[in-house]
């Protein structure tokens, strides 16, 4: 079995190593397309590592690099039943992997068709769809919570980083829901004093401490939970949802500027129009004018051609 794993080796480093090389001095382009395909197979090692990294698949994966090594020792230390058992394993190891980690394959497909690669691309209109669903669950939220007149301050991010707010809390990382929004604001309970922010549509943090607006014309009968609210909204674009622990009312900054007492409708159409509809409408809009502008240039430069080759004539 060693003679086997050495011949299979040695034919394996003779056709594709040396004969690579080979190929490398007479076409240099070559390595180009090797830096590029090992660049991309590491690049799929790691997405893979961290899609399992925090699943039980994670064990197998330890269990099954364990089994590799054991058939490797065995063969070179010609334990031969020891080797035959492993090796007939491993030979029945590929569907075994496709088996176990069915979920994660699954998993890391939808990834890819939400990555940011297709984002780039301008296919957004998912993220649009899940920021819309967020801001339904952040004004069900508010909404319970003014019924019990429990204060609370939600940060909403736009395209301006606010990663030092995040940083001043504790980190959640946890899907946009009403009932943790709700739960965490709950009175005498560890997070309920600071702000929730939420980034990339994920609750990124809790318990968050925001600067204080310390703008003179600010009414004064505004509490602390005002006052942070008006303050993040002007030095970031942020939107801010807060509920009033004294009147239970709902007020959303936004520029710098408080906009109080709004019912559940209005709180959701001020929401969608400044995240959703602002945001992802502009960016088309650009997109457009960008393919417009370069489309009238290269007609204006066909035109301006074809008329000098007239004049020519």
């Known amino acids: 079995m060693g003679e086997s794993i ?65 058939t490797w020792l065995s063969s070179i230390l010609n334990l031969k039943i020891l080797n035959w058992i492993l090796t007939g394993i491993m030979n029945w190891g590929v569907i075994a992997i496709i088996v176990i980690f069915q979920p994660e394959l699954r998993r890391a497909l939808e990834q890819l068709g939400t990555s940011k690669l297709i984002r780039f691309f301008g296919i957004n209109s998912d993220i649009a769809t899940k ?17 019990t007149k429990t204060g609370a301050l939600i940060v909403m991010e736009r395209d301006i980083n606010i990663q030092d707010i995040i940083s001043t809390g504790v980190p959640m990382n946890s899907d946009v829901s009403p009932q943790l929004l709700v739960n965490i604001f709950v009175p005498k309970t560890p997070l309920h004093d600071g702000a929730v922010v939420i980034s990339n549509n994920k609750i990124a943090a809790a318990a968050c401490v925001l600067p204080l607006a310390d703008d003179p014309d600010i009414a004064k009968e505004l509490g602390t939970r005002h006052r942070a609210a008006i303050g993040i909204s002007k030095e970031s674009d942020s939107i801010v949802v807060v509920v009033s622990e004294e009147t ?10 408080l906009i109080a007492d709004v019912r559940e409708d209005v709180l959701k159409k001020i929401l969608i129009s400044n995240i959703v509809t602002k945001r992802f409408t502009d960016k088309r809009t650009r997109k457009n004018e960008i393919y417009l502008n370069i489309k009238q240039k290269l007609a204006k430069q066909r035109k301006n051609k074809e008329e000098t080759e007239e004049n020519e004539k």
């Open 6 to 70: 050495n011949s299979t080796w040695t034919k394996f480093y003779n056709e594709n190593i040396l004969t690579g090389l080979h190929n490398l001095k007479e076409n240099p382009f070559d390595l180009f397309t090797n830096i590029l395909d090992i660049v991309i197979v590491i690049f799929l090692l790691y997405c893979f590592v961290k899609i399992v990294k925090s699943s039980r698949a994670w064990q197998l994966i330890k269990g099954i690099a364990f089994l590799v090594i054991a």
């Open 131 to 147: 920021t819309k669903e967020d801001i339904y669950k952040v004004v069900i939220a508010a909404t319970e919570l003014a019924k």
């Open 248 to 257: 239970g009312k709902i007020s959303v900054a936004k520029d710098g500027t």
